[in-house]
T-cell receptor, first 111, second 112 residues
Framework: KNEVEQSPQNLTAQEGEFITINCSYS?????LHWLQQHPGGGIVSLFM???GKKKHGRLIATINIQEKHSSLHITASHPRDSAVYIC?????????????FGKGTKLSVKP | EAGVTQSPTHLIKTRGQQATLRCSPI?????VYWYQQALGLGLQFLLW???????NRGNFPPRFSGRQFPNYSSELNVNALELEDSALYLC???????????FGPGTRLTVL
């Protein structure tokens, strides 16, 4: 079993739809990243959060530490949101420094 | 402010050769991380450097090595290249431990 699990693996939506991507982790974490990777390969950090909720434009990320679960929501989705979204856990205490990645959710938003 | 930069963008080598990949972190960041994204395998942690020292390494053989220079830039060296080393190699940087990591555009290594 992977330490960081994402669902769904693939997601197709119509423009304007509300999208939710889920991430569950089994390791103790100090923080969780949500990353966006476009087809060219470059990765953009969307959020890093250790509790509660963060919002940036149409993107919202939430985390429940007790349930070891995080969600990424996209409101009013747009074709330019099409990308792979990856959640990554930062090891507990950060003593190991590295991120543990989920396998990613490939999102395709149709016009 | 410049982001994380990596060079080269693409690198083609043959089996058995050595590859050197370079990364310059965001100004002020002291930690540099290297990750491998092989086709179908997702992102995997390779190495973490902070203040010039190797702090942690992932489950990779010793032929993957690197260093961090006094200006915090970093080099990843892969010796005795194998076909399965073909991957996108991503570098990230942060303000030392536990802070948000910012990624470079990656170096795509192809081993023939």
């Amino acid at each position: 079993k992977n330490e960081v699990e994402q669902s769904p693996q693939n997601l197709t939506a119509q423009e304007g739809e509300f999208i939710t991507i889920n991430c569950s982790y089994s390791v103790g974490i100090s923080a969780l990243h949500w990353l966006q990777q476009h087809p060219g390969g470059g990765i953009v950090s969307l959020f890093m959060l250790s509790s509660g909720k963060k919002k940036h434009g149409r993107l919202i990320a939430t985390i429940n530490i007790q349930e070891k679960h995080s969600s990424l929501h996209i409101t009013a989705s747009h074709p330019r949101d099409s990308a792979v979204y990856i959640c990554a856990a930062l090891n507990y205490g950060g003593s190991q420094g590295n991120l543990i990645f989920g396998k990613g959710t490939k999102l395709s938003v149709k016009p | 402010e410049a982001g994380v930069t990596q060079s080269p963008t693409h690198l083609i080598k043959t089996r058995g050769q050595q590859a050197t990949l370079r990364c310059s972190p965001i100004s002020g960041h002291t930690s540099v991380y290297w990750y491998q994204q092989a086709l179908g395998l997702g992102l995997q942690f390779l190495l973490w450097y902070d203040e010039g020292e190797e702090r942690n390494r992932g489950n990779f053989p010793p032929r993957f090595s690197g260093r961090q220079f006094p200006n915090y830039s970093s080099e990843l060296n892969v010796n005795a290249l194998e076909l399965e080393d073909s991957a996108l190699y991503l570098c990230a940087s942060s303000f030392s431990l536990g802070n948000e990591q910012f990624f470079g555009p990656g170096t795509r290594l192809t081993v023939l």
